[in-house]
């Protein structure tokens, strides 16, 4: 896993640009960590594994520097609904066009899923920095060093970092570690740009988050929201309209989406409208509606419909 290029031959004072896959498997805290990086919220995070389904695009810009981070769905297991088998191979073919991946495991754990992500970026031939996350949540604390010292000898990592991403800790060397394996390049974003998702993408995960954090279990995997409609408020000048599907897979699982006397979905939209509003850094109506198309996950047309690229 070394470099195949020579990038110490980049000038002094020449812009470095270059793509950066975040790497691992679901839940080790990859979309929390791009936040983090980027001081905003570019990437939904919960709970809940395979939070994230498509790549996003998160750019980070100083000076003579740009790092455009690829967060992916996380590398899991094999499982038969088309939803699945699309996440595995976007996240796949991302690793092989990286400049660098970074491969992000939790502190004190080591799985198969790990393991099958490693042979993954062995695979894809790319440079590897491994980013230790979780750090802060490492007990017995004597146990991190020789975690270290073994997860290291796995492959021939660029760098290794400990961090946590949640508390912020140790992430500042991180953009530099990062820069020495970009080339010289021109920049790829515009230096004010933080995200390649649009209003709509955007809109659609924040409301997904809301609804994900108040069902745990209740609607696996099962729910997807589609921005019928934003913009401009007719009646307010300054206020933002969203208009918002809930696809559910079942007519049982509108039900639980609603909530008793709609308590439920209520509270999704007054959660979600206050991070919309943050977001947008404008007031926002937001409308939802609840509805049911069967099994759209294992369904190819309705993940296109939905912007998945099957
Ligand atoms: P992803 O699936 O790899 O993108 O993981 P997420 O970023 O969605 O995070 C999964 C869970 O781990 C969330 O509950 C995060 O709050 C939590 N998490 C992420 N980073 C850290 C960390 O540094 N420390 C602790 N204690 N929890 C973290
Ligand atoms: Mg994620």
């Known amino acids: 896993m070394s470099d195949d290029r020579d990038l110490e031959t980049v000038p002094a004072?020449?812009?470095r640009c270059g793509i950066v896959a975040l790497v691992g498997r679901p839940n080790v805290g990859k979309s929390t960590l791009l936040n983090a990086l980027l001081g905003r919220k570019v990437s939904i995070v919960t709970p809940r594994p395979q939070t994230t389904r498509t790549r996003i695009h998160g750019v980070l810009?100083?000076?003579d520097l740009q790092i455009v981070f690829a967060d992916l769905p996380g590398i899991h297991a094999r499982?038969?609904?088309a939803i699945n088998r699309y996440m595995n191979r976007t996240a796949l073919a991302s690793l092989a066009d990286a400049d660098l991946n970074l491969f992000i495991i939790e502190a004190l754990r080591w799985t198969d899923e790990d393991e099958r992500a490693l042979e993954e970026l062995r695979r894809a031939g790319r440079p590897v920095l491994l980013v230790i996350n979780k750090s802060d949540r490492a007990r017995p604390r004597d146990r991190l060093l020789p975690f270290i010292a073994e997860v290291s000898r796995k492959a021939e990592f660029v760098d290794v970092v400990p961090l946590s991403a949640l508390k912020r800790s140790n992430l500042e060397c991180l953009p530099g570690l990062i820069a020495r394996h970009l080339p010289e390049s021109p920049l790829l974003y515009p230096p004010d740009q933080v995200t390649d998702a649009s209003d709509r993408f955007m809109a659609a995960e924040i409301i997904r988050e809301k609804l994900t954090m108040r069902l745990q279990e209740e609607v696996p995997y099962g729910l997807m929201v589609e921005i019928e409609g934003i913009g401009?408020?007719?009646?307010e000048p300054g206020k933002l309209v969203v208009q918002a599907v809930i696809w559910v897979e079942r007519t049982g699982q509108k039900a639980i989406v609603i909530g008793k006397g709609g308590e439920l979905l209520k509270e999704v939209g007054r959660a979600?409208?206050?991070d919309l509003k943050?977001?947008?850094g404008r007031p926002v109506h937001l409308e939802l509606w609840v509805k049911v198309r069967e099994g759209w996950s294992d369904d190819d047309s309705a993940l296109?419909?939905?912007g998945f690229e099957t």
Do not use: Y
């Open 304 to 306: 296109r419909k939905f």
């Open 278 to 280: 943050r977001h947008f």
């Open 232 to 235: 401009q408020a007719e009646d």
């Open 79 to 81: 499982q038969p609904r």
């Open 272 to 274: 979600a409208r206050l």
């Open 61 to 63: 810009t100083r000076p």
């Open 13 to 15: 004072g020449a812009t």
